[in-house]
Each structure stands twice: as C-alpha cells, then as structure tokens.
C-alpha cells in the first residue's frame, strides 16, 4: 500500500492560504512531537493504556501486545513527522479464550487507543455474532454484512463466536457470503476499520483452517487465558468497590471457597461468572434486609455482604447442579 490514509495526533497539518488581502494569523502552530512522550501526551493514549492495567485484573500477556501494538503506532507516528514514509499497518486481531476472560472489555480498550493514536477516525466498537451478518434467504445476507460494516467504518468491528459464520454442513447456508464480503472490506479498508475475531479456541483454529483467506487477514492472535482463583477474588474485590458494596468479616473467605467450588461445575465463565454470583448474593442482602421492615438501616447494613449472603448458593449444596444460583 501507499502511504497510510489514517491521521496522526501529533504531525504537522496542512494550514490553508490566508485569503487575498488579509493579514496572516499568528497564532502558534502546534508543535510536532518527537518523543514517545510527547506523543503518548499529545494523544492521551498512555492514559488509556495505564487504565487498561489498572482496570483489568491480570491477563499479563495481552496487556503487553497492546502495548506493542501502540509502540508501533507511536513510532509511526513519530517517522511521518520527520518526514519518513510510514505504511498503516493491518491490525486485524484474533480473541480466542473462554466466556468471561475480558474479550469484549479488552476490544473495547482496544478501539479507544486506536482512535487516540489515530488508526482509526471514531474509536467506536460494534459487538455483532452471526444473526446480524448472515440472512435467511438469498439477497439477504450481502445487505445484512454491508449495513454492519457501514456501522462499524471508521472503529472496530467484534464479531463474537466467529466460527459460526462457517457452516459447510449446510449446503444453503449463507455465511460464506458473508465471509467473502468481509475479506474484500478487512483488505480494502484496512486503513479504517479493524476487525476482531472472537471465540473458544479450538473452534477458532478449525475456522482459520477451512478459511486460508481469513487466517491470512489476522495480524495478531491474542489468546485469553483463564483466571486463576485469586485472580477472581479480586475482580470481586473490584466490581464490589465500583457499586459500593464490601464483604463483612468472613465473607470474603466464603467467597473464595464459592469460587473453588463453582470452578469445578459445568457452564464456568470466569469473571461473567463472579458477577453473576454477587449479583444474586446482593439479591439475597436485599431480601435479608426487607425482612426487616421496622429497622433504621445504617449505610454499613446496606452495602455489607454478609457470609450468608454467599453461603445460600446451591454451590454449596451440591457440585453436580446443573444451573447455579
């Protein structure tokens, strides 16, 4: 390709003409960076980046291929301002991991520092699956894909369960329109738009198998691994600071043994999963205090998870249940 067609925070700007007869504008012009730092202030990215770790618990090595791919960014962008040719590169990504790993949180960070070291123009993220891309009849899925993309232009489009798209057990299945569509528009118009592939990663592998074309595509395969059972501790921790909510003493420890025991159970989503649980333990806090219709409630009742709270969890009750509660 030529030279990239995205902007860039930070480089010089074509100043038009003044008009016929008017006098020139003296104001300052804005200084081209030319370290990381000037950069990385110049676009807020690094703020973006440091929120990235401070937000999300764990997942080391994803955070460190974001971070490579903004050093690319930024090193690019510091070679178009001396003058040095800087080719946009495709950034078309791969998410594969179990439920609940930090896929769409990560992807939604992702399109934010794209749009701050100007990859991309909107910074936007469209989350699709394969009943927004693929019709039912003929003619139908051509204009399906192509409104989701006009959507999505300029951001990054997250099509989660991928591998979907790719039924070759259907004959008269329409998802391979789809994916050709998608091909053509990843290629084209890479320089605005970044699609993100998402889904468990033995089907994922298979689909890049039977699709040559679309594994060809994938820049960067970004495997999200599960959390370890500290590590979901303290996302409990944290989604229980956001709402004002804490555990009282001895609860937090009843937590951690719902988590050993809820690991080894069917359907595990990793912090969907830890979410879903205090969800459902501040639904059994609100109903212990209803209960309690005459009493002046203090602010440390009503933000207090109490152990029993926890321990009414069928979990506890047994570790074959097929839902939990």
Do not use: C, W
């Not at 807020?44 to 955070?63: F, N, S, W």
């Not at 059972?229 to 921790?237: F, M, Q």
């Not at 690991?263 to 205090?278: D, K, M, T, W, Y």
Request: hydrophobic share 40%; proline share 5%; net charge neutral.
């Amino acid at each position: 390709m030529g030279s990239p067609m995205y902007s860039i925070p930070g480089s010089a700007a074509a100043v038009p003409e003044p008009a016929a007869g008017a006098a020139a504008s003296h104001a300052p012009q804005p200084t081209e960076a030319r370290t990381v730092s000037e950069v990385l202030a110049q676009s807020q990215a690094g703020a973006v980046m440091d929120e990235l770790d401070r937000d999300l618990v764990g997942l080391t090595p994803i955070k460190a291929r974001i971070r490579d791919i903004a050093a690319l960014l930024v090193i690019d962008k510091l070679r178009m301002n001396l003058g040095l040719s800087a080719q946009a590169p495709s950034l078309h990504m791969s998410f594969t991991g179990n439920p609940g790993t930090g896929k769409t949180t990560v992807a939604l960070r992702m399109a934010e520092i794209l749009f701050r070291l100007g990859y991309v123009r909107k910074g936007h993220l469209v989350a699709v699956t394969r009943d927004d891309l693929v019709g039912q009849y003929i003619g139908h899925t051509a204009p399906k894909t192509k409104e989701v993309l006009k959507r999505a232009m300029g951001g990054v489009l997250f099509i989660d369960e991928a591998y979907y798209l790719y039924r070759p057990e259907n004959e008269r299945d329409y998802g391979q329109e789809a994916i050709e569509i998608l091909l053509q528009v990843m290629e084209t118009q890479r320089d605005d738009l970044v699609v993100i592939l998402a889904g468990y990663k033995d089907r994922m592998d298979t689909f890049f198998r039977s699709n040559p074309g679309m594994s060809s595509r994938i820049a960067h395969h970004l495997d999200f691994p599960d959390y370890a059972p500290a590590e979901l501790l303290h996302i409990a921790d944290k989604l229980l600071e956001q709402h004002s909510y804490r555990f009282a003493p001895g609860a937090r420890e009843t937590f951690e043994e719902y988590l050993t025991a809820r690991i080894r159970q069917p359907h595990f989503a990793n912090a969907r999963s830890v979410r879903n649980a205090l969800d459902r333990a501040r639904l059994r806090q609100a109903s212990r205090l209803f209960a309690d219709q005459d009493r002046r409630f203090t602010a440390e009742d009503l933000t207090t998870i109490a152990a029993s709270d926890i321990r009414a969890s069928r979990v506890f009750q047994t570790a074959a249940a097929p839902s939990q509660s």
